[in-house]
Each structure stands twice: as C-alpha cells, then as structure tokens.
C-alpha cells in the first residue's frame, strides 16, 4: 500500500468506528466525523490510492476546467468526455457562478502565481472559491473551497480544505487532483511540490 492508502483507510476506520450517523442535504443518510486531516510529501509519493480505482484521468480534466480554463461551462467538460458536473448543469450549459467563475472572477490564479514568484515570503497566498455574494446562483456550492499556499526552501506547500467530502468517491479524487494542481504550480513557478496538506 502507499502512504496515502495508509493514511485513507485510518480515516475510513476512525469513521466507522467513532462517526455519528445522520441525515444531510442529500436524503441519504451518511457516518460522519468531522475536520479529517491527511499530508503528504511529495518529493516522496504522489497521493493516489492503490487499494482503490481513482480516475486520475478525470479528476485532471475536471481540474484543467477550473484552474486552467476557469471556466463554469459543462458543455466543455463534456467536450473532454467528463460528466461528472452534468447533473447539476442549469439550461444555459453552466453550473452558475460557482468554481472556475470565482477563479476568472478575481484573476485569482494570475495574482497566485505572480506572488509565489515576487513575493514567496507572503502569507497571504489564498485562493477561495467560498464567494458569499455568488453562493445564492450557484448550482452546487464548492466542496473542496479553499488553498492555502506557501514556499519553503524551494518548495510549493499546498493545503486544501475540503468543508464536505465523500470518502468513498470525492475524497480521493479530491486528494490526487489537488496534488496533481499543485505539481503544476510548482512547475511554473520554478519550485519543487513539498508538503500537501487535505483537510476535510
């Protein structure tokens, strides 16, 4: 098993065995224990689960979608043949103002990179896609909402805070796309990917 297995399925276990059971937004009753907290190194492992199928492929895309292309439009998801946001897609082909839109909105992926290279000491490097004006004309509230960045001896650390997560599905989904963004930061700032941080 990889160290992210290991760290997985204690949080698996510690969920079964001290998570309370209860109803939620969805209808469909759930164990629950809250504020789960997995890090990782990436100089030593990539985080994605060996005990389990992770759609890495997917999980880039959808990634791509909302950092690179920051985009809210899931026709172009499913140009890539990903429908994971299809559910949710409103009859104008868009999830409303919700992910990618916060991140074009605020140029917040321009202003991540320009600080991480002019002024790496910041401690300011967030990028959040909990926009209280716009949460009302979304379709789904973001999940995995928030990134807090920081640069250490020529490294990019990176933690992700996860306010809802599905450990059986999104969960290590989340984990492996989040590492994989962070690799990429990494690469164009001209740093090593160090510590990721998942909390959810």
Known sequence: MSLADTQY???????????TYGQNRTGVATYKLPHQI????????????????????????ELLWIWQMQSNDVRK?????????????????????????????????DNLIKTI????????????????????????????????????????NCMLIQRSGDMGLGVPFNTAQYAALQCMIAQVTGLKPGKFTHVI
Request: hydrophobic content about 40%; glycine content about 6%; overall charge negative.
């Open 9 to 19: 399925l204690g949080i698996i276990e510690n969920i079964l065995e001290h998570g």
């Open 38 to 61: 997995m890090q990782f190194d990436l100089q030593k492992e990539f985080p994605i689960l060996t005990t389990k199928f992770v759609a890495f492929k997917t999980a880039v895309k």
């Open 77 to 109: 998801l499913q140009e890539m043949n990903v429908r994971v946001w299809d559910e949710w897609m409103r009859e104008d082909g868009t999830i409303g103002k919700a992910y990618g839109y916060q991140i074009a909105k605020y140029k917040q992926l």
């Open 117 to 156: 290279k002019e002024d790496p000491d910041s401690r300011r490097m967030i990028v959040t896609l909990w926009n209280i004006e716009d949460l009302d004309d979304m379709a789904l509230q973001p999940c995995a909402y928030e990134t807090l960045w920081d640069v250490a001896d020529g490294h990019l």
